[in-house]
């Protein structure tokens, strides 16, 4: 059978394949409870997990799934068809939750989660990747923004929000190392990091003789005055991750400027509110 009859096999019949792993599942979890102590053997996956790729150009670091065809070995079978770039599931969540939690957060354990609703999340991607450009950051694939916390809304936000207008997210983390993050703002060229801690901030703060591209610093967390001072002095501006948010148009906000010819032949405008459309 060739590869790519193992994809269109895979195709027709992954949901009874679904339905086939959920009930052996169920199973498995009745059996290991109702055994007591006894330890339930640990199944050996179906494939070899020393054969799962096959190599492309000649060149053995240069991998494809042996699901995807040859020659450029990309796959254009998308198992669902509306979602074919990440910001799509988005959408998808919100139809299949019919609007349901999508981002939650707690003050601290114990307490209860406050939820973001999936259009909430939405329209706060769609509203931050709006102020970054605002900002001044260019909506292509070369602009690299830089998110430097800890697993949040905010983080997912910023991260949906980049690619949406196709600027490219780049995570940093405290794990990496100074140096390494030096070297991946300074590799991407990096203006625009996303901040949550005062402790992140000193530490771009103290790197930024050899970061000449760091321009902005937006935090989620409030900054103290005396950081904030220090920070600006060295050409670094400060925004809050709520003023990046770009709101919505107000019904009296210009909705278009119309210009024609007056009776004495000069071009005369007129602008329109949202409100006087409707």
């Known amino acids: ?20 792993a959920a009930t052996l599942a ?5 059996a290991y409870l109702f ?13 070899d997990l020393n054969d799962q790729s096959v190599i492309i150009d000649g060149k053995p670091y240069h991998r494809a ?3 995807s065809k040859p020659p450029d070995f990309f796959q254009r079978k998308f198992p669902i068809p509306n979602v074919k770039i990440v910001s799509d599931v988005l959408e998808l969540g919100k139809k299949a939750s019919d609007n349901g939690h999508c981002l939650g957060s707690r003050g601290g354990k114990g307490t209860p989660y406050e939820w973001l609703l999936y259009q909430q999340v939405i329209d706060q991607v769609k ?21 430097f916390a800890t697993n949040r809304p905010q983080w997912t936000i910023a991260d949906y929000g980049s690619h949406y207008y196709s600027m490219v997210p780049v995570p940093l983390y405290d794990t990496l190392g100074k140096d390494a993050c030096q070297y991946i703002i300074k590799q991407c060229e ?7 801690t005062e402790d992140r901030v000193r530490m771009l703060a103290q790197m930024k003789k050899s970061l000449p591209t760091l321009k902005r610093i937006i935090m989620i967390e409030d900054l103290s005055g005396e950081i904030k001072k220090q920070v ?20 009296d906000q210009k909705y278009i400027i119309f210009t024609c010819l007056s009776k004495t032949n000069y071009p005369v405008s007129r602008a329109s509110a949202h409100f006087i459309v409707f």
């Open 232 to 251: 600006e002095e060295l050409s670094i501006e400060i925004l809050r991750f709520t003023d990046v948010l770009v709101s919505s148009p107000s019904l």
């Open 26 to 30: 169920g199973v498995a979890t009745f």
């Open 65 to 67: 799934s042996k699901l």
């Open 127 to 147: 509203q931050f990747g709006a102020g970054l450009i605002h900002k001044g950051s260019k909506p292509k694939n070369t602009t690299f923004i830089g998110i």
């Open 190 to 196: 990096i203006e625009v990091v996303v901040v949550d």
């Open 35 to 47: 055994s007591g102590t006894r330890q339930t053997p640990v199944p050996r996956p179906s494939i």
């Open 1 to 20: 059978m060739s590869d790519e009859d193992l994809l269109d096999l895979w195709q027709h019949n992954k949901a009874l394949i679904a339905t086939g």
